[in-house]
């Protein structure tokens, strides 16, 4: 992985990166040498203009300063990648001509030319080679006196004193431009610590997508090393179903558009882990004028979802053993006290044929009427208990058979609208039908309600369920009153479905119920 991945401004190095590294990408290298190569060509140039100074040196340095133009030109414009050999000759190039630029003219006039390129070494190049690239320019006078004996029209003891003086200079800017880099590498090394002891895993992501910086909290919670993260695109370590909702996310935070976002994201480790992670991003402009990135906080969540799934699966189970005892009560009560009833009725009408006497008659009819009303009270209440068609998933069938008995229970008239694609599973059925079945007691007991609409339909692949009524309505959706606490526990069998539940209502306006349920293969 290139450092064009891991360099470009202090928030990527202090966010990933501890140490002494290079600040520059090398594809950064080339242009920065380029416009050093340009700046110190145009010095020289004013230097050619200086009077008193001989036709043939004046026409030597200024091609010199055209040299430089041209290959600073090239090295800005084409901008290759550069070894470190490469640009030690460069630094090494540009030291020598300016060294010989100072051997044409006077000492006085372009001595601090000679410290152009060593101190400039500390920004762009790693340490080790800004000292080899320092050492050597300090060395070029002493070069240039060994092999002609003097600098210029200086006498020996002048020409020593120079180059003390010039050894000096160069000595002194790469003190005070090594402290700046120094400083600055200690922030970066300081914010680089506190990022890598911190729990949360921290990424930069570039205007790419891609990450150019990583600590160790998200290297962990992914399972691969840093090298392994950075110059990744996002989309590749994580779910496809994710990918969507984070790039939206990115998008706008890249753009502008967004300064912040909150959004849940599920990683894949290297060994097959499924990591789910609360993702905090902040869009940030590190350098003055440079791109834009997206600083992420993500926080492993994992162990919580775990949780969660394992809860969900309880309430789910203990929903399912409610249902079994529901079943099994109404079994029982069908066959024995249902059953018993029934042949009392029989019994009744045969009694009632042997009978003369109008007064017993009068008496049989009652019973007759009495045991008529209990055998279709306890219908009703073996329905509620367990539909018939419920556990075979049958959610329209049993629904319009409840709307059947509740209108003809006193309740108002009730409009029912489906428009499933397929039946829900028995488990799902089994949530929207009680739901569906508080929320019309509720409108029936406390609603005053004239008419109610029920609707069911498929929706971002799951149920959804509408029930509205035209009753008086409510101020506060969310207060449970004493001895009422039908919505909490319809909001209860949403939830523990892994969907969603609300409720809406004006005072003398009515209320909406809605519900949604995913459906199990989605």
């Known amino acids: 992985m290139s450092a064009d991945n891991r360099q470009g401004n202090w928030l990527t190095r202090a966010v990933g990166e501890q140490g002494d590294p290079p600040p520059l990408a090398p594809a950064q290298y080339a242009q920065y040498v380029g416009m050093l190569y340009l700046s110190a060509a145009l010095v020289t140039f004013v230097l050619a203009a200086l009077p008193d100074l001989q036709s043939g040196k004046r026409l030597t340095i200024l091609a010199s300063g055209i040299v430089a133009v041209g290959l600073g030109s090239v090295l800005v414009r084409l901008r290759p990648v550069l070894s470190d050999l490469s640009l030690l000759c460069l630094f090494a190039l540009g030291t020598s001509w300016i060294g010989a630029d100072v051997y044409l003219v006077t000492a006085g006039n372009a001595l601090a030319l000679l410290c152009w390129f060593a101190p400039t070494s ?5 340490t080790r080679f800004a000292v080899v690239e320092s050492s050597y320019a300090a060395l070029v006078p002493g070069v240039i006196y060994g092999a002609t004996g003097r600098f210029a029209h200086t006498n020996a003891a002048s020409a020593v004193r120079e180059w003390v003086v010039a050894l000096a200079m160069i ?19 300081v914010l680089g610590g506190l990022a890598n002891e911190l729990s949360i895993g921290i990424g930069l992501v570039g205007p790419d997508g891609r990450y150019r910086a990583a600590n160790s909290a998200l290297s962990n919670m992914l399972g691969r090393t840093r090298e392994e993260i950075l110059g990744q695109h996002v989309d590749d370590l994580i779910f496809p ?33 499924t990591v789910h992670a609360i993702v905090t991003a902040a869009s940030v402009v590190p350098e003055p004028g440079g791109p834009r990135f997206a600083l992420e906080l993500a926080q492993d969540v994992s162990e919580q979802r775990r949780l969660d799934e394992q809860r969900a699966e309880l309430a789910q189970q203990l929903l399912r053993a409610q249902e079994n005892e529901r079943r099994r009560i109404a079994d029982e009560v069908h066959d024995d006290p249902l059953q018993t009833l029934i042949a009392l009725s029989i019994h009744l009408q045969i009694l009632e044929s042997r009978l003369e006497d109008e007064s017993a008659l009068s008496v049989v009819d009652d019973l007759k009427k009495a045991v008529a009303q209990s055998i279709d009270q306890l219908r009703s209440l073996l ?57 019309l007691t509720n409108s029936r007991k406390h609603a005053d309600a004239h ?47 892994g969907g969603s ?22």
Do not use: C
């Open 241 to 273: 179903d994710d990918a969507q909702t984070t790039d939206a996310a990115l998008g706008g935070l890249l753009a502008g558009s967004t300064t912040s976002a909150v959004f849940e994201r599920r990683y894949r480790r290297l060994d097959g882990e």
């Open 501 to 522: 539940f609300e409720i809406s209502s004006t005072p003398g306006a009515g209320t909406t119920v809605r519900a949604w349920i995913p459906r199990g293969d989605s």
């Open 122 to 126: 500390f920004f762009l190049l790693p």
């Open 451 to 497: 008419s109610i609409t029920v609707s069911v339909a498929d929706s971002q692949g799951g149920i959804a369920l509408a029930v509205t009524d035209d009753g008086i309505g409510m101020d506060d959706t969310n207060q449970i009153v004493p001895g009422h606490l039908g919505v909490a526990s319809m909001r209860e069998r949403a939830e523990r479905a």
């Open 171 to 189: 000595a002194a800017l790469s003190v005070v431009v090594g402290m700046l880099r120094r400083s600055s590498r200690d922030r970066n090394s």
């Open 383 to 439: 329905f509620e208990l367990h539909p018939p068609a419920l556990h075979l998933g049958g959610l329209t069938e049993s629904l319009t058979e409840y709307i059947r008995r509740y209108e003809g229970a006193g309740g108002p008239k009730v409009r029912f609208e489906s428009s499933l694609a397929t039946e829900p599973t028995a488990d799902e059925a089994i949530t929207l039908f009680r739901i569906t079945a508080e929320a």
